[in-house]
T-cell receptor, first 111, second 115 residues
Framework: RKEVEQDPGPFNVPEGATVAFNCTYSNSASQSFFWYRQDCRKEPKLLMSVYSSGNEDGRFTAQLNRASQYISLLIRDSKLSDSATYLCVVRRGSTLGRLYFGRGTQLTVWP | SAVISQKPSRDICQRGTSLTIQCQVDSQVTMMFWYRQQPGQSLTLIATANQGSEATYESGFVIDKFPISRPNLTFSTLTVSNMSPEDSSIYLC????????????FGEGSWLTVV
């Protein structure tokens, strides 16, 4: 079983839509969780960390369910510029422990 | 934030040859990481490059195939040796942005196509 599993999509949504991505991780020792964004033919960049209580950054909301080993990302009021691949990333163990990346979920927002 | 420069940004290589990718960081960092992202796949850690000691390789990756140098705290190289078409991939250099390790910065990547 892979460390991190994501629905690869693609998700095609109109501007203004709300879209949610899900991610599951296999190792209960995982300590830190992140969503990264990767634009086509570009390097990944941190979108947001995911905290146990859930957290919000503008139109983006991340949730963590440790019991189910499940992470989500909600994007409200989608913009054309949100079109990208969203990577679920999990760190096992200590602060500098290894990162495990999901394959990514591809999102296309159309006008 | 850390600024990471990678060279080459892309290359087309003949099978059987080797290519060295360079990674330069604008600040001193303890650990540098090399990842591979094959088409349609997730990022996979190849190795951690430690200054002053040998790199630490992940399962499935060996030093003979991916030799790494780390001569100082701002620079590292990854060589892809005896390339085959299966090595066609993006190779990414990465560093941790702070002591918490929560922010990881990537170079722009080196896109290799082996023909």
């Amino acid at each position: 079983r892979k460390e991190v599993e994501q629905d690869p999509g693609p998700f095609n949504v109109p501007e203004g839509a709300t879209v949610a991505f899900n991610c599951t991780y296999s190792n209960s020792a995982s300590q830190s969780f992140f969503w990264y964004r990767q634009d086509c033919r570009k390097e990944p960049k941190l979108l947001m960390s995911v905290y146990s209580s859930g957290n919000e950054d503008g139109r983006f909301t991340a949730q963590l369910n440790r019991a189910s080993q499940y992470i989500s990302l909600l994007i409200r009021d989608s913009k054309l510029s949100d079109s990208a691949t969203y990577l679920c990333v999990v760190r096992r163990g200590s602060t500098l422990g290894r990162l495990y990346f999901g394959r990514g979920t591809q999102l296309t927002v159309w006008p | 934030s850390a600024v990471i420069s990678q060279k080459p940004s892309r290359d087309i290589c003949q099978r059987g040859t080797s290519l060295t990718i360079q990674c330069q960081v604008d600040s001193q960092v303890t650990m540098m990481f090399w990842y591979r992202q094959q088409p349609g796949q997730s990022l996979t850690l190849i190795a951690t490059a430690n200054q002053g000691s040998e790199a630490t390789y992940e399962s499935g990756f060996v030093i003979d195939k991916f030799p790494i140098s780390r001569p100082n705290l701002t620079f590292s190289t990854l060589t892809v040796s005896n390339m085959s078409p299966e090595d066609s991939s993006i190779y990414l250099c990465s560093v941790s942005g702070d002591n918490s390790g929560n922010t990881i910065y990537f170079g722009e990547g080196s896109w290799l196509t082996v023909v």
